[in-house]
């Protein structure tokens, strides 16, 4: 049985698999089209479904799960004078124009969808669910429960009472963008005091059970261009920070107030959750569950033993919750009893078709085919050399984290590393922090976490007795990944490798992809990322490519303009570069200005 989970046509649009009760591929559109956040029907992610699932064609497909109900959402968008139509099938009649399907479809609701994208792929044989976002059809907080095949939502919260809406228009006023820069404010918060606490405090009321509400005095959610009313320049006593401006003390002050104030909002509910859930086992979701500080406080302060967080909390993740709740509507039982043992589940490439290119584009490359210990140890010697190198190794990460597919690596012991990663290769905000990546085996001889972090869903507190500035966040903390040798061999041996000749087991670890693009997905979008900054070297499976093997030509036109100019610039040139010129319809997949995660 083939069931084909779509979350799409309105934040990352996701195709995953599940066939025969496995997960085969998951994958957002934007990798594809590099269009970051691309809400577009995703087609190309769906040929890459069904690529991965054997060479399927879309007859072979036995449901569509579509990721919420669109006529309870349509009736939300109604009432607040935003639908742009008022035709239900819509959603339904535009997956299957585009994928080319005649097999059942069904919606399931949002929240149930983002549930059951964790509780389904948590292991755990029954568990409290607690799910936050900013909104779904109606709901945005939900207490649930699963046990065995059935998940139960008992309590909801409803719009426009939201903490995700809290948190993003407070990014907002903050000057970021919402519904992509919320982790900024979260990385922000730990250069700040609390001292506005009190004051967000009065933005939201606790209610009983699960209930809140929002102070709406200081939120209008009808806006195009923001999220709050004046009022709450009034109550903060500053105006709204101009974006890319300066950030300012009061902007971490007011960053690190909001971050205290979810926390605590959380830790409440949760608690409640557990009073009525009878569990020792939690699952998170929805956008919220992506702020791993307050993961972290949860799991340290709350009630419940054992913590599962989606991998792709946000809306992504809910498409393998759709997937999970066909495959039971349709066989009458779970399709996994078993914890996803990693993520990675998007496209690889084979050494070989990464040599064609490398030939066919005139890039002269280290050929290391057949001896990855050399290989290694000449990444290695690179890394002791300080400098920075763009990791592209095997399927694809799903979720917003490079995990070790396609990740950018550097020397954690480096004092200068962290700004010159920030500003010369990200090209991104200096106060943002890096992660670390460790062998499991060392784990909590570096850092205080207890317990393996594989999918980087958490902070710690770093402990180790070496110096890591590049990887320790100003409060002393580090988003860790731990790495398992049996779903990551190779990623494993390259840090034994360094280990073995630095004494040290950690290396910096971060997204394959420069400010404003989707991480890479293809060796093409490597090289071009590669060319567009200061990435030293490339590893390319077994290939290393140095930065002054790019011919000139190559590093010129990466630089010349962002997104599609860059593409058309590369495509004059190279063909093997181009990108997906032929699919690129930008106007079409960027979210529109002004519209917030209610629509």
Known sequence: MNIIGVSAFYHESTCCLIQDGRLIAAVPEERFTRVKYDRRAPVNAFRY????????????????????????????????????HEDTDKPERDLRNAFGVDCPFIAFDHHLSHAAGSFYFSGFPEAAVFTVDGVGEWATTTYGVGKGKDLKILEEVHFPHSIGLLYSAVTDFLGFQVLSDEYKV????????????????????????????????????????????????????????????????????????LQVVLENTLLEKVRYLHTIAESENLCLSGGVSLNCVANRRIHREGPFKNIFVQPASGDSGSALGAAALAHIKLTGKRHSEERIPHVFLGPGYESETIADLITQSGIKAHDFR?????????????????????????????????????SIIADPRDVTMRDRLNALVKKREGFRPFAPVILEAHMNEHMDIGETSRFMTETCLVKSKLDLPAITHVDGSARVQTVDPQTSPRFSR??????????????????????????????????????????????????????????????????????????????????????????????????????????
């Not at 991965?52 to 959402?73: F, H, R, T």
């Not at 630095?502 to 293809?522: D, K, M, Y």
């Open 49 to 84: 479904c069904l690529e991965a699932g054997g060479n399927l064609s879309p007859g072979d497909i036995d449901c569509i799960a579509y990721y919420e109900d669109p006529v309870k959402k349509l009736a939300r968008q109604k009432a607040m004078g935003l639908a742009e």
């Open 494 to 599: 390259l840090l034994e490798a360094f280990n073995r000749r630095t004494g040290c087991p950690i290396l910096v670890n971060t997204s394959f992809n420069v400010r404003g693009e989707p991480i890479v997905c293809t060796p093409e979008d490597a090289i071009r990322c590669m060319a567009n900054s200061q990435i030293d070297s490339l590893v390319l499976e077994d290939f290393i490519i140095d930065k002054a093997q790019i011919p000139a030509f190559l590093r010129k036109a990466a630089q010349l303009a962002p997104g599609p100019f860059r593409d058309r610039v590369e495509s004059d040139l190279h063909p093997l570069l181009s990108g997906n010129l032929e699919r690129w319809r930008p106007a079409e997949g960027v979210l529109p200005e002004g519209v917030y995660t209610f629509v």
């Open 186 to 257: 979260m990385g922000l918060a730990p250069y700040g005091k609390p001292i506005f606490v009190d004051k967000i405090q009065s933005l939201i009321q606790m209610g009983d059970k699960g209930q809140f509400k929002l102070n709406l005095k200081y939120f209008d959610f009808s806006q195009a261009k923001r999220m709050f009313t004046d009022d709450l320049a009034v109550l903060l006593g500053t105006g709204q920070r101009v974006k890319e401006s300066e950030v300012g003390q009061i902007h971490m002050d007011i960053a690190k107030s």
């Open 370 to 406: 057949g001896k990855e210990a050399e290989l290694l140890e000449a990444i290695v010697d690179r890394l002791n050399e300080q400098k920075v190198i763009g990791w592209f190794h095997g399927r694809m990460e799903f979720g917003p984290r490079a995990l070790g597919a396609r």
